[in-house]
């Protein structure tokens, strides 16, 4: 039997969970005070995933770079990976929020978008 300790991060509580597992699944969640925190926790130990923010170039724009974000969350294991294609991307202005920088980023099925306006 396996147990972690994890921080909820679901909702502004940040509740002190605990996951108990065996051979990789799951038993038990508790220390959650909501469902958020229960699904935050059985998520969290057997599929990690993540937001990644981060800037990209931008040429011809009143701004040098432009922030970004993926649309939605991709695996942990792959914030090295998603990093790298977002650092080798290049746009030209004008770029306006939700425009897609990098589509499918590293074949996770996410794109990454913009999240500012950047005018010529």
Do not use: F, W
């Not at 909501?34 to 699904?39: A, E, L, T, V």
């Not at 926790?41 to 974000?69: C, I």
Request: net charge negative; with cysteine; aromatic share 0%.
């Amino acid at each position: 039997m396996e147990k972690r300790e994890l921080t909820c991060i679901g909702c502004p509580m940040g509740c002190q969970i605990t996951v108990e597992l065996d051979d990789g699944e799951v038993t038990s969640v508790t220390g959650n005070t909501c469902k958020i925190g229960d699904n935050y926790a059985r998520n969290e130990v057997t599929h990690p995933e993540r937001t990644v923010t981060s800037t990209a170039v931008v040429l011809g724009g009143d701004k040098p770079r432009v922030s970004v974000k993926t649309k939605s969350n991709i695996p942990k294991d792959k914030i090295t990976d998603v990093m790298k294609e977002i650092d080798a991307a290049v746009v030209h202005a004008p770029v306006h929020i939700g425009d897609v920088v990098v589509e499918n980023v590293c074949n996770t099925g996410v794109d990454v978008v913009a999240t500012r306006n950047v005018e010529v």
